[in-house]
């Protein structure tokens, strides 16, 4: 069997996200602790990530050099956080969205971690310099929020706290890299970060569409998944941009009079009423009724359509 990577790693919270970062680490040779507060809660989520293991060996897509086995030998469940993160070289947070409880965490973590392991969040939209205010590691601390499901999508969002060190960002970059994600590193902190800010604009406009009766909800969403989704699959709207013209500035000078002509026509933040809710709820429930059977098959579809897509994009990655 392959030795294991250097340095472990802990994942603080073991639900859907903590569970998939431990596969992820696992699949890179990394030893992994789950911590949670209750043995049960370790004990399921364990169990759930060798079926998960087997099925994705079965099928063939399961990550990494490792079996299914060596890979699960690597991760282990811990109900101590301070003997969890004794040697740790990385801990990824990955409880419940609130703010409170997750700055609770940090703080527990600030006093007994040294000076070298790195701090990290999932969180998809808390500010670092909120989440870490008054840390005494502040600058280790940093966000690398994921995209759900983060086993079938790799992007992940690298958002510093003001104070983070750079050698922080290098190192949770490098990390993400080892384990088959794609990092991209914010900047510096902005509310939304970047994913959900352009995911939000594309809900707001599409939400206005729908409430003016422009289009159908079932046609709006194909337009996304049969027309602009299919070529952001494989690359961003810059790049669109740039391939269709004879380069960025030849599409600017072409079209920016006409797309600032449109984009003066945008509405105001939609409101999202009861209204429209009920109207977009019918047309979604007849594709996909929203009892947890149909929903949970439907989820299962998305995994399964993503896993396809991410070998494909794998083969068709230019030399």
Known sequence: MASPAAGGVVIVGSGLIGRSWAMLFASGGFKVKLYDIEQQQITNALENIRKEMKSLEQSGSLKGS???EQQLSLISGCGNLAEAVEGAMHIQECVPE?????????AQLDRIVDDRVILSSSSSCLLPSKLFAGLAHVKQCIVAHPVNPPYYVPLVELVPHPETASATMDRTYALMKKIGQSPVRVRKEIDGFVLNRLQFAIISEAWRLVEEEIVSPNDLDLVMSDGLGMRYAFIGPLETM?????????????????MKHVLKTFGPVPEFSEATVEKVNEDMCRKVPDDPEHLA????????CLMKLSVLKHRLQPQ
């Open 297 to 304: 098959a439907r989820r299962q579809w998305r995994d399964d």
């Open 66 to 68: 490792l079996s299914a």
């Open 98 to 106: 609130n703010l409170e409880l997750k700055k609770t965490i940090f």
């Open 242 to 258: 740039h391939l269709n013209a004879e380069g960025m500035r030849s599409y600017c000078e072409r079209y920016s009079e006409g």
